[in-house]
């Protein structure tokens, strides 16, 4: 699943022996791991799923006030190192962020409403978004899947911020360049799209699909070809430090337009 999740759920040796043996006798037009994304699968798995912490986080609830600290952490240095005045740490919070695949709202929560003005909720699932809905500094609340999300259609932003966690596994690679690509008509001038992940560790260096949420764990490469595909740079990434060593790498990725 796109949550914190065990290294030995998936990309392990098992998974790469799996992976070798299909590559051996696949043809040319094998199936990408995205391919097998299935959102029906993927909505019934995550409407059934408790809407709780614990829930989103896939039983590693733990991890939530590291995770958030580092968040913050690496928002500062953003902010801090910005040239644009509306940004940076001085004026106070942010006017506007959006929290993408926000769950029940833990980020909007525990970071994004205390940095910014107004935070938007984009989340499929209504059962998690009732959660976090009417609390002080959430504004619109959008219950569709990122793919089917088309911001500058609604006449949305700008945004200071888009968040984006744990949750573009659930788009295929072309739809997650379609939707990163459409995002910078509603990002504010200096902006920043935060795309914040585990990283696969599969030993041939391949996605990972996951059939428990129908999801993929891409790799480091992956993520950074798919951004330059959506016409977007990497200006500062950092691993998440203090996460338990059995669960995979999670990187932070802030993104500009080229
Ligand atoms: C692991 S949870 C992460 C939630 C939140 N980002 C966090 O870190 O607490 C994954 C979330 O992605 C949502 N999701 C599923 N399919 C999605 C899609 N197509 N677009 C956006 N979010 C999706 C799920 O409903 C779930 O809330």
């Avoid at 992940?197 to 764990?217: A, I, K, P, R």
Wanted: contains cysteine.
């Amino acid at each position: 699943m796109p949550s914190p999740k065990r290294k030995s759920e998936a990309g392990t040796d098992n998974e790469a022996k799996k992976q070798r043996t299909t590559t051996a006798t696949a043809t040319m037009t094998a199936p990408t791991p995205d391919s097998h994304i299935d959102p029906e699968l993927a909505i019934k798995y995550w409407s059934s799923t408790e809407a709780s912490v614990n829930g989103v986080l896939g039983g590693f609830p733990q991890v939530s006030r590291i995770d958030l600290q580092g968040s913050s952490n690496f928002l500062a240095k953003l902010r801090k190192q910005s040239p644009h005045t509306h940004l940076q740490p001085k004026q106070g919070k942010l006017k506007s962020a959006v929290d993408c695949g926000a769950g029940i709202g833990r980020i909007t929560e525990g970071l994004l409403s205390s940095i910014a003005e107004t935070v938007d909720v984009v989340e499929p699932v209504q059962a998690f978004t009732d959660v976090i809905k009417g609390k002080a500094g959430v504004g619109e609340i959008y219950n569709v899947g990122l793919e089917n999300w088309f911001p500058a259609r609604e006449g949305l932003g700008p945004y200071d911020l888009i968040w984006n966690q744990w949750c573009v596994g659930q788009l295929t690679d072309a739809q997650l360049v379609a939707y990163l690509a459409r995002l910078p008509a509603v990002l504010s001038q200096g902006g920043w799209i935060v795309v914040k992940e585990n990283l696969s560790n599969n030993h041939d260096g391949q996605d990972v699909y996951d059939e428990t949420d129908s999801s993929v764990t891409r790799t480091d490469d992956k993520f950074r070809r798919l951004f330059g595909e959506a016409g977007l740079r990497v200006v500062s990434t950092e691993v998440q430090r203090g996460m338990p060593k059995d669960l995979y790498p999670v990187r932070a990725y802030a993104l500009q337009p080229k």
